[in-house]
């Protein structure tokens, strides 16, 4: 378009001013310009388009005023005069301009954007005349005139720029709203956006702009609100050019593109309709940087407060959910921390999200796993509702994660969560119900070996479940109610808590009397001994070594430390004193100050261990106030969530938990007379608990309370009398333990209870045994010998040899608790008696215990039956085994008793950890271990335990290995914390138990034929169990002198049966497979051993030391067989000597036998064959949920392996009377002749040893006997958690 030619101005170009005003010329002073312009301006504002004559007029003036005399003047004010003209001559003129020229009209409208910078003082005297330019030009629209111009771009980039940069926030509303009109006006009524432009508008978005002109931001937001529709293409072009074509030189912003998608999306997600889809191609890129850069954007875009990117574009959030599993991994990093905001701001993404977190919960990076616990724990507290179970489950796995700082984040988490919802109550019930599981997980946590992760649960549980700056009322409410909330294995571990603290205190109290002592060699030996012990309770034991060392120094020299850390650990220090002692103390070690001060770090984690925080004398007041209101009904007991019976037992065994971590914090009349009530109660567990807790704190009552002394006394003796058996003998315990006069009080329940013991009355024997057993062995002196009548005259003869009652032939094995027999249970205990009675005298010098030694020998050899009457049920006989076996083991923990047990009764009571019971095995083993691991049993009964490599339940295989794990562990750290001579290291050198170990499988009733494959596989299996174990490192060459060991006992002979050819040559073929498992286990054990292995004398008689036994006992076959499960392939010339088969006649072949139920191989050990695992397959697991008296209903079973028989033979066919019909013998039982054999026994076949292989009874379905053995071995599979670490 052109511009249209203008009229000529009147009078022949004379420029005519307005009236008043004189011409306007250079030769004027600018002061007097500025006077006639402001005339002319005047003019100009008064006029508007309808004054055609006055347009006429001025229009000479009109093109003066564009003059370069004008637009190129100095003084600002005229420049500013002369735009207001060139503005108002533009509204005036409009639509055509007085102006012909391009160029012209360019540099008048450059000259009025240079003016507009003025605009930016708003407190200028000429503001309000560039607020007039501004508002002329924005309401005219004046700048649309440069449309029609080829460089008009270059105007508008300097209009845009200008106004950007002179905006500010002193501006009015006005002021802001005339520049966007006049900028929107440009964009939506332009045939587009040049980059320049655009460029100009976007720059405001970019961070480092934004932060530097808050306004200019607004106004770039609001304008491109304003031209959405206009601008959304230019945008998607700029973006294509520089994501999709890589073209980043079209613009100075290209490297600013994700602020800029960022800032535009939240400004209008429209803006960026067509730009969405070219993310989704830069999320596939092959460049990691690239890909996290354009992560963080999207996760920016989609976790928006009210961002719907996720929901209207599912393929590019689905492509984004993708990139939780990038192999960079600062991408996934990225993608998890996202996740926090996603769920925080979208839970309905939630579900999306739950999968991908579970993958990355389990990532190798430490880094992406400990986010993803902070994303999940970050949601949970800003509301519980955005996290579902499955993602609380992700920290509950994290809790046991390799890695400390993810353990310790899982942990804290949880806690924050537990303290927030479960303690405060911040959203109701249901949420606190919801979340209930922490308290008990948590404190399972206290289980793991590290110290670090007790040291957190210790933490955790001072300051998140039960905080320790609470009120003492509101503090013991919350342990109260804490305690009775909580599972078994939980409770456990709270109570080792306190345990571990109080051992902790005993250890501090220790080495402070040790400081009280003159300074001395042995002072200073006693004294690191103690540190070590501490250090051991501390995380990082090296440096908590050092540290305890220096910290022992600072004990020595300062006085008035050792005063307030003796006040920390007295048993009347109050809770408030000790933070005032921890205070004083640490105030004292924080000289000189440092940034970081490891040593107070680690003297602060002692002082948190050993501080009282939760305990003393008013918190026990408190809590045996809470106790007498739950027993008086008036407890908040239902709303916190439990029955008032379930408060009250829960509440007396924290007491009694408490009674022996504080028992001086129990001393007052109040409380004891609560406790007093509960011994009336007709809760037997009730009962208990109190009469233990006055064992634990009465030693005063006599002294000092005599009224609660007077009113104890009966209570104690009627318990002691008609109680239950653990009354009983806490009863009789009490009264030992706090009074004088003991031995009257005792004689006055002895006497009576002695003369009315009737066996003919079984229910009413039970007590009055434990009473008597337990007085036995607390006042042996006084009542050894009336002890001894009755041992023999009525607990012998009349109870154990004599069966009254017939008892219930179901054939189960095994039955609950009420369900045994009063005679039963009598007999139960009376062997408990005797062993109470042995363990009381300590002494053997009436042959007492030789002869109740033969007694429990001979009840396991007829497995329980001692009168061989057949009147006894088979679980009650699993009972008596159980307490026969357990019977010498408690003996042999006493020396003198020891000394007396003949390897024959060790052997049999060894063999009861193979018993065909299941429950018998479990005790057994567990009685077993807790012996062993407080180093009360000898090292031979370790060897016991390498049996268990035959049990058919994977889980008791598994529960024998962390037992033999434990042990040797404790044994090693026993020997490293103490100097033993070379005698006392044969009774704890773990390598000690292999002879005792070669010995009991050489007597093993099983290992019948030596030079059998499958026997010697069982007894690799045994040897190995333990073996591998030991193995595990090669300390001090200790494979060296297991082989030496092994090799020694190959030299002499079985003090068993020394002169028994065929016994030797079962413990030489035992040392050769023992040497064939050390030597392909190791390749060390070939070296030079300079230690001279001692063998016990007992199970092995020493040779001539000429004597060398270089015999092979292991056939090479055979040992190709135990190394690789296949006999060695037979050359071609072998198959000459194959059978001949004559045609219609197969050859029979005899069936293997294996055992249904799993394969007897150690887990540790050679593969299983396939047979053993498609039978271990089998097992399903409904069938671990079926009820335990269901387990041993019949005996284990044996299955044959798939034979191909011609006939099959019939079921009722006897064995030929040529035929050795011999059974296969029983465990503890010798072998019987042929002609004992009783129809009832051939019947059942005899059977192997108990948990070993038995027979099945040719009539019983095989499939229902494979089910209920399968019951047997999954029983309680969820409920074994014992903790091994105790």
């Known amino acids: ?449 590290s110290i670090d992760d007790k040291l957190l649960v210790e933490k955790i549980f001072a300051q998140f479940m039960v905080p320790h700056s609470l009120e003492t009322e509101e503090k013991m409410k919350c342990l109260y109610y804490l305690y009775a909330c909580l599972d078994t294995n939980a409770v456990k571990a709270l109570n080792e808590m306190w345990k571990c603290q109080n051992m902790l205190r005993g250890l501090v109290k220790e080495l402070l009397d040790l400081h009280k002592l003159p300074l001395s060699e042995a002072n200073n030996t006693a004294m690191f001994g103690k540190l070590m012990n501490i250090a051991k309770n501390l995380p990082d034991a090296g440096k908590a070594q050092d540290f305890m060392k220096r910290f022992n120094q600072v004990l020595g020299e300062d006085e008035k430390l050792r005063a307030q850390l003796e006040m920390l650990i007295s048993p009347t220090c109050s809770c408030k004193q000790a933070e005032i002692c921890v205070r004083e103390i640490t105030r004292k070690l924080t000289f000189p100050k440092q940034p970081t001060n490891p040593f107070l770090e680690m003297v602060k984690f002692l002082l948190e261990r050993i501080a009282p925080v939760h305990i003393d004398s008013e918190a026990i007041s408190a809590l045996v106030k809470l106790l007498n209101k739950s027993i008086e009904g008036t407890a908040d007991d239902d709303e916190e969530g439990v029955t008032p019976d379930t408060a009250i037992r829960s509440g007396l065994e924290l007491l009694k938990v408490l009674s022996f971590t504080h028992p001086t914090a129990f001393h007052s009349s109040e409380t004891y007379e609560s406790l007093l009530q509960c011994l009336k109660m007709e809760d037997d567990k009730v009962a208990e608990a109190a009469i233990q807790i006055f064992r634990n704190t009465g030693q005063k009552i006599e002294t000092e309370l005599p009224q609660i002394r007077s009113t104890l006394i009966p209570i104690l003796h009627q318990k002691a009398k008609r109680g239950t058996p653990h009354q009983a003998k806490q009863a009789v315990h009490c009264i030992h333990s706090i009074f004088n006069n003991k031995e009257v009080q005792l004689a006055q329940i002895f006497e009576p209870l002695s003369r009315s013991l009737n066996a003919d009355v079984p229910e009413q024997l039970i007590t009055p045994l434990v009473s008597l057993g337990h007085i036995s062995m607390l006042a042996p002196d006084q009542f050894a010998s009336p002890m001894k009548s009755i041992v023999a005259n009525f607990i012998v003869k009349d109870l154990l040899m004599n069966d009254r009652s017939v008892g219930n032939k179901n054939g189960k094995l095994w039955t609950p608790d009420d369900e045994v027999s009063p005679e039963v249970l009598a007999k139960v205990q009376a062997i408990k008696l005797l062993v109470r009675w042995l363990l009381g005298m300590k002494n053997n010098q009436s042959k007492s215990a030789n002869s109740t030694l033969r007694l429990l020998s001979a009840m396991l050899v007829s497995e329980g039956d001692l009168t061989e009457q057949k009147k006894i049920s088979k679980s009650d006989m699993s009972r008596l085994r159980l307490a026969a076996g357990g019977a010498i083991m408690k003996l042999a923990q006493e020396p003198c008793y020891h000394d007396i047990i003949t390897p024959e009764q060790f052997q049999l009571c060894g063999l009861v950890i193979n018993d065909e019971c299941y429950q018998v095995r479990q005790i057994f083993a567990q009685k077993l271990h807790l012996a062993l691991v407080k180093l009360a049993l000898p090292l031979e009964y370790l060897a016991v335990f390498a049996l268990c490599a035959k049990d058919p339940v994977k889980e008791r295989r598994a529960h024998a290995r962390q037992c033999l794990l434990k042990n040797i562990s404790v044994r090693r750290e026993y020997i490293k914390q103490n100097s033993l001579t070379q005698d006392k290291m044969v009774s704890f050198l773990p390598e000690y138990v292999v002879p005792f170990m070669i010995h009991l499988l050489a007597h093993d009733p099983d290992f019948t034929k030596p030079q059998e494959y499958d026997m010697l596989k069982d007894i690799k299996e045994c040897l190995w169990f333990m073996l591998e174990v030991l193995m595990t490192k090669n300390e001090n060459n200790s494979h060296a002198f297991l082989r030496k060991m092994v090799e020694n006992i190959k030299r002499t002979k079985d003090a068993q049966c020394p002169e028994d050819a065929k016994a030797n040559e079962k413990l030489y073929i035992l040392c050769d497979v023992a040497l064939f498992v050390i030597a392909n286990k190791s390749t060390a054990c070939h070296l030079d051993c300079p230690n001279d292995p001692v063998l016990p004398t007992k199970f092995f008689l020493a040779l001539d030391k000429d004597f060398q036994n270089d015999k092979e006992y292991l056939a090479a076959d055979l040992r190709q067989m135990l190394l690789t499960g296949k006999p060695k392939p037979a050359p071609v010339l072998a198959t000459v000597n194959k059978p001949l088969t004559v045609p219609g006649r197969k050859i029979l072949k005899t069936p293997a036998v294996s055992v249904v139920t799993s394969s007897n191989t150690s887990t540790n050990s050679s593969p299983l064959n396939s047979s053993t695992v498609n039978n271990s397959k089998s097992i399903t697991a409904t069938e671990a949920a079926e009820s335990r008296t269901q387990e041993n209903n019949e005996n284990p079973v044996i299955k044959t392996e798939d034979v191909k028989v011609e006939k099959e033979p019939s079921k009722n066919v006897t064995p030929n009377a040529g035929t050795d019909t011999q059974p296969a013998k029983r465990r503890g039982r010798p072998p019987k002749t042929p002609t004992s054999t009783t129809p009832a026994a051939a019947s059942t076949g005899g059977g192997g040893g108990r948990g070993r292989k038995r027979a099945a009874d040719t009539n019983t379905n095989p499939s229902a006997e494979s089910a209920k053995v399968s019951k047997q071995q999954n029983d309680e599979g969820t409920n074994r958690q014992i903790d091994l670490q105790r």
């Open 1 to 449: 378009m052109e511009f249209p030619q203008q009229q000529k101005p009147v009078g022949d170009g004379k420029i005519v001013y307005p009236p008043g005003v004189k011409e306007i010329t250079d030769k004027l002073s600018n002061d007097e310009v500025v006077k006639r312009l402001k005339m002319v301006v005047k003019t100009y504002m008064d006029m508007d388009q309808d004054s055609e004559e006055e347009k006429q007029q001025y229009l000479g003036l009109a093109l003066h005023l564009a003059s370069e005399f004008f637009l190129r003047n100095p003084n600002k004010d005229v420049r500013l005069l002369v735009a207001c003209c060139l503005a108002d001559i533009f509204r005036i003129y409009a639509p055509e301009a007085p102006y012909t020229s391009h160029d012209k009209l360019k540099d008048i409208f450059l000259f009025i954007t240079r003016q507009l910078k003025g605009l930016e003082d708003t407190k200028s005297p000429q503001f309000n005349r560039y607020f007039y330019l501004l508002e002329n030009l924005a309401w005219v629209k004046s700048y649309n005139i440069c449309f029609e111009l080829e460089d008009c771009n270059e105007i508008f980039t300097q209009l845009f720029k200008t106004l950007f940069s002179v905006i500010n926030n002193s501006h009015k509303q006005k002021v802001q709203m005339h520049m966007m009109d006049l900028m929107c006006s440009i964009i939506m009524e332009g045939d587009g956006v040049t980059q320049e432009l655009l460029d100009s508008i976007l720059i405001n978005l970019i961070p480092a702009h934004k932060n530097l002109n808050k306004q200019a931001y607004d106004l770039a937001k609001t304008i491109l609100k304003r031209t959405v529709q206009t601008i959304e293409m230019c945008i998607a072009n700029f973006f294509n050019q520089v994501l999709v074509m890589g073209k980043s030189s079209v613009s100075d912003l290209s490297e600013h593109v994700f602020d800029l998608i960022q800032e535009l999306f939240a400004i209008d997600p429209l803006l960026l309709t067509s730009v969405m889809p070219q993310l989704e191609f830069k999320l596939k890129s092959n460049d990691g940087e690239e890909r996290l850069a354009v992560v963080r954007l999207l996760a920016k875009l989609f976790g928006a407060k009210d961002s719907e990117l996720a929901t209207h574009n599912r393929p590019l959030w689905q492509c984004f959910l993708g990139r939780f599993n990038d192999i960079h991994v600062p991408v996934r990093l990225e993608c998890v921390k996202f996740a926090s905001h996603c769920l925080m701001n979208h839970p309905d993404l939630a579900r999306d999200l739950t999968e991908f977190l579970k993958v990355r919960s389990h990532d190798p990076e430490e880094a992406i796993r400990h986010d993803v616990i902070v994303t999940i724990i970050n949601a949970g507290k800003k509301d519980l509702n955005l996290v579902n179970d499955q993602l609380l489950g992700f920290v509950r796995e994290r809790t046991l994660d390799k890695r400390w700082r993810v353990r310790k984040e899982a942990m804290m988490g949880l806690a924050q969560l537990y303290k927030k919802y479960c303690l405060h109550h911040e959203a109701g019930k249901e949420s606190a119900l919801m979340i209930s599981w922490i308290k008990d997980k948590l404190l399972h946590i206290y289980y793991q070996n």
